[in-house]
């Protein structure tokens, strides 16, 4: 059973951090790409970033040089989110696209507020 459990959401002032992690459970974890995607009130949902088995990353031009997505050997991805803006403003979910379909985490909520 694929699992998929974010955590690490909160209110936070524009200019600060936040780091978010997604534990991943049910598949062979270091074999496939893993992604990050957000929505905000209003909007379609977006890819924010993936990064490959290997290591390799893929941004959204809207959080280039400010977030970073990471992953571990312990079934752990991670997105460290910095120079927080009112417009990052969000849910933010895990992502993983199996063999026959795709699977989403519960998402964890981000508000950037002043």
């Known amino acids: 059973q694929v699992q998929l459990v974010e955590s690490g959401g909160g209110l936070v002032q524009p200019g600060g951090s936040l780091r978010l992690s997604c534990a991943a459970s049910?598949?062979?974890?270091?074999?496939?790409?893993m992604s990050w995607y957000r929505q905000a009130p209003g909007k379609e949902r977006e890819l924010v970033a993936t990064i490959s088995p290997g290591g390799s990353t893929s941004y959204a031009d809207s959080v280039k040089g400010r977030f970073t997505i990471s992953r571990d050997n312990r079934k752990n991805i991670f997105l460290q989110m910095d120079s927080l803006r009112l417009e990052d403003t969000a849910v933010y979910y895990c992502?993983?696209?199996?063999?026959?379909?795709?699977?989403w985490g519960q998402g964890t909520q981000v508000t950037v507020s002043s």
């Open positions: 992502r993983w696209v199996g063999p026959q379909e795709g699977y």
């Open positions: 049910g598949f062979t974890f270091s074999s496939y790409a």
